[in-house]
T-cell receptor, first 116, second 111 residues
Framework: DGGITQSPKYLFRKEGQNVTLSCEQNLNHDAMYWYRQDPGQGLRLIYY???????QKGDIAEGYSVSREKKESFPLTVTSAQKNPTAFYLC???????????????FGNGTRLTVT | GNSVTQMEGPVTLSEEAFLTINCTYTATGYPSLFWYVQYPGEGLQLLLKATKADDKGSNKGFEATYRKETTSFHLEKGSVQVSDSAVYFC??????????FGKGTKLTVNP
């Protein structure tokens, strides 16, 4: 079955350490996204990529970095510069830039990151 | 810019009750509107969508009608089940703008 795989499901890190969250899709989608979900705040866009080797900052990119070297993969690194990294992180993909009509977002099951 | 406002939860209902979750939006032009659902411990799934005024999206017994005159896209279901317990997100996308989500409404259905 096609889908998006995020790993690991739970991740624990000490403060000051960088950590990389994995996101892989086999849907052959061009666009991929990273969202952060906090209680009572809905989803906030961190980074997105519409094509391989290109990505753009979302609304809360500070303290995060991404790469898009392959169509299938869009890893997110949470750096030590991110002040409040503990959150639920969701990766998503869509067919292309114009996702408003025929291409809804497909989401992974998320990674819950806890930094202490 | 574009924005979505949905009713705050949590919402608690008994099985077979009628559900309404309100969603209103602010946007220029003619956005597309969506409802996504998030079951416990999972990511979001598209529940239904509408791409133009007066369109009705429907899926799994849920319905929402795109009302341009009231800038609303309220989610309804006639008879909820325990398995409908989840968080529901209203979302909007207009033109080349990114998808904008509401803050989510948590629904709990008791047997």
């Amino acid at each position: 079955d096609g889908g998006i795989t995020q790993s690991p499901k739970y991740l624990f890190r000490k403060e000051g350490q960088n950590v990389t969250l994995s996101c892989e899709q086999n849907l052959n989608h061009d666009a991929m996204y990273w969202y952060r979900q906090d209680p009572g705040q809905g989803l906030r866009l961190i980074y997105y990529s519409q094509i391989v080797n290109d990505f753009q900052k979302g609304d809360i990119a500070e303290g995060y970095s991404v790469s898009r070297e392959k169509k299938e993969s869009f890893p997110l690194t949470v750096t030590s510069a991110q002040k409040n990294p503990t959150a639920f992180y969701l990766c998503a993909s869509s067919i292309g830039q114009d996702s408003s009509y025929n291409s809804p977002l497909h989401f992974g099951n998320g990674t819950r990151l806890t930094v202490t | 810019g574009n924005s979505v406002t949905q009713m705050e939860g949590p919402v608690t209902l008994s099985e077979e009750a009628f559900l309404t979750i309100n969603c209103t939006y602010t946007a220029t032009g003619y956005p597309s509107l969506f409802w996504y659902v998030q079951y416990p411990g999972e990511g979001l799934q598209l529940l239904l969508k509408a791409t133009k005024a007066d369109d009705k999206g429907s899926n799994k017994g849920f319905e929402a009608t795109y009302r341009k005159e009231t800038t609303s896209f309220h989610l309804e279901k006639g008879s909820v089940q325990v398995s409908d317990s989840a968080v529901y997100f209203c979302a909007l996308q207009g033109g080349s703008e990114k998808l904008v989500f509401g803050k989510g409404t948590k629904l709990t259905v008791n047997p």
